[in-house]
Nanobody
Framework: QVQLVESGGGLVQAGGSLTLSCRASGVIYSINTMGWYRRAPGKQRELVADITKDGSANYADSVKGRFAISRDNGKNTVSLQMNSLKPEDTAVYYC??????????WGQGTQVTVSS
């Protein structure tokens, strides 16, 4: 199994920045993709960004140009730099890993609140 511990959420004003971090432990060799999802109140969980082991990144259209995902394979961490935050970015953000054998693991979630 893979365990994920997130940090870095909080309250920020619109236009501000936050960085989320996630550290993986456990069966690390099985991890392929690492990423971030979010669930806003009353909405379904959606992909924000993910990144493969070789560094290929994928972003939701709503965050392109504002968010940047990065990964440190040596430290088993993934980070999400969020800039120009908008109130509609308010959500619980979840770290995710997808393994080579198609298992998904999730962090406990961290709240991001953007005030207008």
């Amino acid at each position: 199994q893979v365990q994920l511990v997130e940090s870095g959420g909080g309250l920020v004003q619109a236009g501000g920045s936050l960085t989320l971090s996630c550290r993986a432990s456990g069966v690390i060799y099985s991890i392929n993709t690492m990423g971030w999802y979010r669930r806003a109140p009353g909405k379904q969980r959606e992909l924000v960004a993910d990144i493969t082991k070789d560094g290929s990144a994928n972003y939701a259209d709503s965050v392109k140009g504002r968010f940047a995902i990065s990964r440190d394979n040596g430290k088993n961490t993934v980070s999400l730099q969020m800039n120009s935050l908008k109130p509609e970015d308010t959500a619980v953000y979840y770290c995710n890993t997808h393994t080579w054998d198609a298992f998904d693991y999730w962090g406990q979630g961290t709240q991001v609140t953007v005030s207008s």
